[in-house]
C-alpha cells in the first residue's frame, strides 16, 4: 500500500511533537507516496520495524493510504482530511490518559502518558542545545520509557538550566 504524511504528520515531523521511537521516526521520514508499505518495510527491516510500526504510525493519523490519482496530482483529501484524522486520534487519547484520581482529587497518568508528555519536551530542550547535547539528544532518543527519561532527567537539568527544566519536570513527575 502507499501512504503519504499528513499535515498533522509533516508537522510532527518538523517539531517532533508525536513521541515515535527512532525506528518508526526512520520509517515514517522514507514514506512519500512513491514508496510501497513493502519497500518501505525492506528498507527499514534492520532497525527492527514491523508492519504494527507502520499501522501504528496510521492510527496516529501521521500517514494516510495514497488515494489512486495521475502522477502529476497530489491527493487532496489526505490533506483535508488531516485535521479531522488528527481529532479523531487525539480524542481517546486525552481520554484514556486520564486513569484515575489521586485521594485529594488529582489525575494520576499511567506511565506511558508520562512518556508521551515529557519525551517531545526532553527532545526540543536537547536539540536546542546544538552539538553541544548531541548526545545527550541521542539517549533522550534512545530512551523508550519514562524511567529511561527519568534517569537521563538530571543531565538534561544541567545542560538546560532550572528555568527550561521546569516544563520537563512538570511532565516527568507530576
Do not use: W
Not at 504510525?57 to 502522477?71: D, N, R
Not at 532527567?153 to 528555568?163: C, D, L, S, T
Amino acid at each position: 500500500m502507499l501512504y503519504i504524511k499528513t499535515e498533522l504528520g509533516h508537522g510532527a515531523l518538523h517539531n517532533r511533537s508525536v513521541a515515535l521511537t527512532p525506528r518508526q521516526r526512520s520509517a515514517f521520514i522514507l514514506f512519500d507516496g512513491k514508496r510501497d508499505s513493502e519497500e518501505v518495510l525492506k528498507a527499514t527491516a534492520g532497525l527492527g520495524v514491523t508492519p504494527d510500526d507502520v499501522q501504528h504510525l496510521v492510527s496516529l493519523g501521521l500517514l494516510a493510504l495514497h488515494s489512486a490519482q495521475p502522477a502529476a496530482a497530489p491527493a487532496p483529501a489526505s490533506s483535508a482530511a488531516a485535521p479531522a484524522v488528527a481529532a479523531a486520534v487525539a480524542a481517546p487519547r486525552q481520554e484514556t490518559a486520564q486513569l484515575s484520581q489521586t485521594a485529594d482529587g488529582h489525575p494520576t497518568l499511567s506511565a506511558q502518558a508520562h512518556y508521551s508528555k515529557a519525551y517531545p519536551i526532553a527532545i526540543r530542550l536537547t536539540a536546542g542545545l546544538g552539538l553541544r547535547g548531541f548526545r545527550l539528544n541521542l539517549a533522550v532518543e534512545a530512551a523508550g520509557d519514562i524511567d529511561k527519561l527519568k534517569e537521563l532527567a538530571p543531565k538534561i537539568r544541567e545542560a538546560v538550566g532550572p528555568e527550561k527544566f521546569l516544563e520537563l519536570e512538570n511532565a516527568l513527575y507530576y
